[in-house]
């Protein structure tokens, strides 16, 4: 008896000095300075403000920043668990709505309320979880696209906000100079926010269970994982920043309709920033994110038709599905040759 | 009583067309696993073909529509050389294929809008304004004439599927993919033959929706949902389940449109396939749940 107890007792060792190399190889490979860096180089960069109008560079780090925060939410479900959803500008519609019919009726601030509009996302997210993940695979794509169908069909008939001309918040005091940077701290904040989130979770039992889901939902439930528990929870966080980036966003823009929320094209980006830079990794949403948000700027700027961008975008995807389904972070690693900046799983 | 039977009217000739946009996806589905997302916009693309027909040469829909099929079995096919051959086996198939066809779905857009613009058309022969009169009851000509030739269409593909070899070999390879390869049937002969019927059809429902519904490049999204609806309704892959989902939905989205609002009409679409998810996920005829 006590033999076998011993034994166990050295196996439990030998795992946890195993274990422990393992913690410390990661972390000689780790670049903690470098998101750090950024993330300081990227608050300092409204600076240039006084030596000039640098408006435009601070709208698209803005904008990139939001798709960041939106592709690495959507990497929580899609990338750890596995559950793509092609409906999540769903919840970045009943972010924006809820925080901008609060600004627009009673001029509350709406940078203020995103963490609520997030929570308020997020309970849609778990509400809705608790049907459409009953299935998986194709169905749940199916069902995700569906509820975009129903919530356009919603908004764009509900008068209480406005139907399909939406609302017009009220625009900001500030001088031109500085209109952009209250909504430019916030969209950086929670982008930073979501990229560190999702690493926490990434790395929690929580996470090793979604990535357990992903592999074998079966086995998973077999080893005694509630299944179901993870995947609304995991449903309704990614809900949760994607709702608060669209409260931000809502405001930034100074209106709120349809057209701008629930255009099957956000849902794409936030899929196939995932994919280009590579599911289930925390920096794979943030390469790709730039990488797209910068291509699309050039593509527009070059080409300037809606239409060639839908089509850019689709040919990207399709490539990037067929010949590097695991993206760029991805990729690389599997070859050994991730560069360290990049190594932030 | 007149109005309830001149609404059934009306959803049944919908219902017709909409189970002839959803058996090619069940087709595909069935015997590929691959969920179409792009198939309504390939049913745009034979839309245009039917339109720039009639516009350019006057030739009527209804004797465009074998060349939009053939047109679009043939991108079908092309398609399925592209994108759709490379690696089977592989346990994430069916959702990789799913990406890819949205990605295609929105090339096809893409290419379409750029093309041709996104204004709303609809092809004009002069049935499609015209109808019959059966006492009160009004039948529109255009949908009385999709929904005819919808069904012959569907009627044909029955028949095709139960009493010829490559008939026999698509239902065996949806029955069991394995099991008839093992008997003799070459499986991916006749994933590409069931891929380009399905597109076919997808062309032959574009010429009719031509003129039925106006349309636009973006439209397909809508319809997406539509046609999701029914195939998972019908349980994934069943054919005949399709067809009774399309035409059940469709009569109660007419009565909906009637009496609640035409703007909800659609709106039974979506509510049904979640309704179906959340009661009964393997749908009507559906077999394999562990698929679904």
């Avoid at chain 1, 399909?164 to 950086?188: C, D, F, H, I, R």
Wanted: charged fraction near 10%.
């Amino acid at each position: 008896m006590s033999d076998t107890m011993q034994e166990t007792s050295a196996v439990l060792e030998a795992r946890k000095a195993y274990n422990e190399t393992l913690r410390i190889k990661a972390d000689q490979s780790r670049a903690t300075w470098f998101p750090i860096t950024l993330m300081i180089l990227l608050m300092a960069l409204p600076l240039l403000q006084f030596t000039g109008n640098y408006n435009y560079m601070l709208h698209m780090v803005l904008l990139t920043a939001s798709y960041v925060a939106m592709a690495s939410s959507w990497n929580i479900l899609g990338g750890f668990a596995g559950y793509i959803s092609l409906g999540h500008n769903v919840f970045f519609c009943i972010g924006g709505y809820f925080a901008g019919m609060l600004v627009a009726r009673y001029g509350w601030s709406g940078i203020a309320l995103a963490p609520l509009a997030g929570l308020v996302a997020a309970l849609f997210g778990y509400a809705i979880g608790l049907i459409t993940l009953r299935v998986r695979g194709p169905s749940f794509i199916i069902s995700s696209i569906a509820l975009v169908m129903i919530a356009r069909l919603l908004f764009d008939h509900w008068k209480f906000v406005g139907g399909a001309n939406g609302v017009t918040l009220p625009p900001t005091e500030l001088s031109v100079q500085w209109a952009k940077l209250p909504y430019y701290y916030a969209m950086l904040f929670i982008a930073a926010f979501t990229v560190w989130c999702s690493y926490k979770i990434k790395h929690s039992k929580f996470g090793l269970g979604l990535r357990a889901i992903s592999k074998d939902e079966i086995k998973a439930e077999a080893a005694g994982i509630d299944t179901r528990f993870y995947k609304v929870t995991a449903f309704a966080l990614s809900a949760f920043f994607v709702g608060m980036t669209g409260a931000v966003w809502g405001e930034y823009l100074t209106y709120i309709r349809p057209s701008i929320f629930l255009v099957i094209l956000i849902a794409a980006y936030m899929v196939l920033m995932c994919i280009l830079g590579g599911k289930g990794t925390i920096a794979g949403p943030v390469i790709g994110a730039i990488l797209l948000t910068a291509f699309n700027e050039f593509f527009v700027a070059t080409m300037g038709a809606s239409e060639l961008n839908i089509l850019g975008t689709g040919v990207i995807m399709a490539v990037c599905l067929m010949f590097f389904p695991h993206g760029i972070v991805g990729t690389l690693a599997r070859k050994g040759k991730l560069p360290k900046i990049l190594n932030w799983d | 009583m007149d109005q309830i039977i001149q609404v059934a009217v009306l959803g049944i000739g919908l219902g017709g067309v909409f189970a002839l946009m959803g058996s090619g996806l069940s087709l595909v589905f069935g015997v590929m696993r691959i969920v179409n997302l792009a198939h309504p916009s390939l049913i745009i693309g034979g839309a245009y073909i039917a339109y720039w027909g009639f516009k350019l040469y006057g030739i009527d829909p209804l004797i465009m529509l074998p060349v939009c099929a053939v047109i679009l079995a043939v991108t079908g096919i092309l398609f399925y050389k592209a994108f759709f051959e490379r690696d089977a086996k592989s346990a994430t198939y069916s959702e990789m294929t799913v990406l890819l066809t949205f990605a295609i779905a929105m090339i096809v857009e893409g290419a379409l809008g750029a093309a041709f613009s996104n204004t709303q058309r609809v092809t004009s022969p002069v049935y499609a304004t015209d109808a019959f009169f059966i006492g009160d009851v009004f039948i529109p000509k255009g949908q009385l004439y999709a929904g005819i030739v919808s069904i012959m269409i569907i009627g044909l593909l029955a028949a095709f599927l139960k009493y010829s070899r490559l008939g026999y070999a698509i239902r065996a390879t949806t029955q069991n993919r394995e099991a008839a390869a093992l008997l003799g049937v070459n499986v991916n002969m006749v994933g590409l033959m069931s891929f380009a019927i399905g597109i076919g059809l997808a062309g032959a429902a574009g010429a009719l929706t031509s003129f039925v519904f106006s349309f636009f490049p973006a439209k397909h999204w809508e319809w997406v949902a539509i046609l999701m609806s029914l195939v998972v309704m019908g349980g994934m892959g069943s054919i005949l389940g399709t067809v009774i989902a399309a035409f059940s939905l469709s009569i109660v989205a007419a009565f909906v449109g009637t009496w609640i609002g035409s703007t909800w009409s659609t709106m039974t679409f979506f509510l049904a396939l979640f309704l179906v998810l959340l009661f009964r996920p393997q749908g009507l005829f559906g077999e394999k749940p562990e698929l679904v």
